[in-house]
């Protein structure tokens, strides 16, 4: 069974830090794309990090020098290391699994796992 859980949220103040986690299960962690959106109160949910199978981390814009996202094969774990952390960055966090499978030899098809998210509250 797919699951995939957050933690490691909370309240904080601006400066501080935090660690979330997602433990990936079901047999999704490896291979595929494992990412980390997040959705402030009335606005759209945003990409922060995304990490390949092969190691390769992209970051928004917004965080790229105050995050830092890991992939632990051992575990099935994604972690999303935050810094200096802003009263913006308020939010829930969703951890993500994006990546397709063959479902004949004709046909690639994609799929995409969420969890429940975790909150992050960061008060000035």
């Known amino acids: 069974q797919v699951q995939l859980v957050e933690s490691g949220g909370g309240t904080v103040q601006a400066g501080e830090s935090l660690r979330l986690s997602c433990t990936v299960s079901?047999?999704?962690?490896?291979?595929?794309?494992l990412n980390w959106y997040r959705q402030a109160p009335g606005k759209e949910r945003e990409l922060v990090a995304g990490?390949?199978?092969?190691?390769?981390?992209t970051y928004a814009g917004a965080v790229k020098s105050r995050v830092t996202i890991f992939r632990n094969s051992l575990r099935n774990v994604v972690e999303l290391q935050m810094t200096n952390l802003k009263p913006e960055d308020t939010g829930v966090y969703y951890c993500?699994?994006?990546?397709?499978?063959?479902?004949?030899?004709?046909?690639?098809?994609?799929?995409?796992?969420w969890g429940r998210g975790t909150q992050v509250t960061v008060s000035s």
């Open positions: 079901g047999g999704i962690f490896s291979g595929n794309t």
């Open positions: 993500n699994v994006r990546g397709h499978y063959y479902s004949s030899i004709w046909n690639r098809d994609e799929f995409e796992h």
């Open positions: 990490i390949s199978a092969g190691g390769t981390a």
